[in-house]
């Protein structure tokens, strides 16, 4: 397997070809940015922590019957992964408000909810990613309604998945972002990451924040909490 031309350079990873045209490589960088784009900075390490735990958490589903886009680990930066078209969704699981949920709803960060929340936004930086609905996403085709069933069923199912995991390692899992794609033989499957940038992590006992919230609120020990979160799941 040869690794090819950069397809894609995003804000946290870089993407490239190989000479596979069902497979590409994600190359995780250190950079970090939040309020999309808007502050931008360095988390030391970052990348082979999210590179490594994303891996991780993807064999874990895999293991739980959860189709994943992850193939073969090369480094400790660089995974080998089937290559999808995006479905243009972020989709967002909620088991406590809080951000843009407390924000929007007027209720205080760490509020219990009386069920998990599943919401949409489209993937799209020029509009700051809105939030959609179902039916929004139907009428405007960012998705079918076979593909977005099986995108809602199988988002809670990982949520549930990993509320159990995290909870073993004294972690309460907060709240999460997922992205889905279509492989190139057509199957629906979790792709892109799933990372302290891309979850809140909450100390079970404490409530320390081990998350990318540490960056985006300027709390200190961002690389502490990353390096943390690493030894919770046993990879440091
Ligand atoms: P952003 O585009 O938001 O800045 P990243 O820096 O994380 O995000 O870039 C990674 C890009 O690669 C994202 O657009 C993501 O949707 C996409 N991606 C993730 N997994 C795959 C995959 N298996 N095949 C193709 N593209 C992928
Ligand atoms: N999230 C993400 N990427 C985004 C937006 C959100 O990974 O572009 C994650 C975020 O880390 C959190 C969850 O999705 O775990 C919910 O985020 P929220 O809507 O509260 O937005 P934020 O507070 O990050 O603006």
């Known amino acids: 397997m040869q690794k090819m031309e950069q397809m894609y350079e995003g804000k946290a990873k870089k993407v490239f070809a190989t000479d596979d045209p069902t497979l590409c490589i994600v190359s995780y960088k250190d950079d970090a940015t939040a309020f999309n784009g808007k502050k931008k900075g360095t988390i030391e390490g970052k990348g082979v922590v999210n590179n490594r735990m994303s891996n991780f958490m993807f064999q874990l589903l895999e293991k739980n019957g959860i189709p994943?886009?992850?193939?073969?680990?090369?480094?400790?930066?660089?995974?080998?992964?089937?290559?999808?078209?995006?479905?243009?969704?972020?989709?967002?699981?909620?088991?406590?408000?809080?951000g843009s949920m407390a924000k929007r709803l007027g209720l205080k960060e760490g509020t219990e909810l009386l069920c998990p929340v599943l919401e949409f936004s489209y993937?799209?930086?020029?509009?700051?990613?809105?939030?959609?609905?179902?039916?929004?996403?139907?009428?405007a085709g960012f998705a079918t309604k076979e593909d977005l069933d099986t995108i809602s069923?199988?988002?809670?199912?990982?949520?549930?998945?990993?509320?159990?995991?995290?909870?073993?390692?004294?972690?309460?899992?907060?709240?999460?972002?997922?992205?889905?794609?279509?492989?190139?033989d057509g199957q629906i499957v979790l792709a892109d990451e799933i990372s302290p940038d891309t979850c809140r992590f909450w100390d079970i006992h404490t409530h320390e924040k081990l998350d990318k919230d540490r960056f985006r609120r300027d709390l200190g020990g961002v690389e502490e909490a990353y390096a943390e979160m690493m030894k919770r799941i046993g990879l440091l």
């Open 153 to 184: 069923s199988m988002s809670r199912k990982i949520n549930e998945i990993m509320c159990e995991f995290f909870a073993s390692v004294g972690v309460e899992l907060i709240d999460f972002k997922l992205e889905f794609g279509r492989t190139t």
């Open 123 to 139: 993937k799209c930086d020029e509009l700051d990613d809105p939030m959609v609905n179902d039916s929004h996403i139907l009428a």
């Open 68 to 98: 994943t886009h992850f193939v073969k680990e090369l480094n400790d930066r660089e995974t080998l992964v089937k290559k999808v078209t995006i479905v243009p969704l972020e989709v967002i699981m909620r088991n406590k408000a809080a």
